[in-house]
């Protein structure tokens, strides 16, 4: 994570905090370093914007790292009902393959 990144990343979000890519932004710049400070972001877009497809896969993914499984579970197959209806076809494909290694993992 570059702070300097962060804080143009939370500087937009201030100036448009409604605007989904902002928080996805700032999501993903804390991912790897601050992932309950991430989950909280992903959980706002999956809440406040349930259309954004992107947010699946991550929210999904961390979910299951913080070994929740169950929500990580609810997550992957809402994701892949909203690529689907949206016709995200790639999205899709990577949610479903991601579902199912998903699958493999906790069996």
Do not use: C, S, W
Not at 2 to 13: A, D, G
Not at 65 to 92: L, P, S
């Amino acid at each position: 994570m570059q702070e300097e990144r962060l804080k143009i990343l939370l500087q937009y979000l201030e100036e448009e905090p409604d605007e989904p890519f902002n928080i996805y932004g700032v999501a993903m710049e804390y991912l790897d370093r601050k992932p309950e400070k991430a989950l909280f972001y992903l959980e706002k877009l999956l809440n406040d914007h349930p259309d954004y497809v992107p947010t699946y896969y991550h929210a999904a993914a961390l979910y299951f790292e913080m070994e929740q499984f169950e929500k990580a579970d609810e997550v992957y197959k809402k994701g892949i009902e909203i690529a689907h209806q949206k016709q995200n076809i790639k999205a899709y494909d990577e949610l479903k393959r991601a579902y199912r290694m998903f699958l493999d993992e906790i069996e």
